[in-house]
């Protein structure tokens, strides 16, 4: 099984939660939400791609 490094998607800052699908190809799985409860970064539990938000 290969391993891809993990990707950082930016996001707007006043976003309170994603939605990550896993992006394109093999690495796609099905619809998860995260909240970003406070933080400025979560991380998907599926593909490992982190999410983060932009620095004003
Ligand atoms: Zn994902």
């Not at 998860?32 to 400025?40: E, R, T």
Request: charged share 25%; net charge negative.
């Amino acid at each position: 099984m290969m391993t891809n490094p993990p990707e950082t998607i930016p996001v707007e800052n006043d976003s309170d939660e994603v939605s990550c699908d896993g992006g394109n190809g093999s690495l796609g799985h099905p619809v998860v939400w995260y909240s970003f409860d406070g933080k400025n970064t979560v991380e998907c539990l599926y593909c490992d791609r982190a999410f983060e938000k932009k620095s004003a």
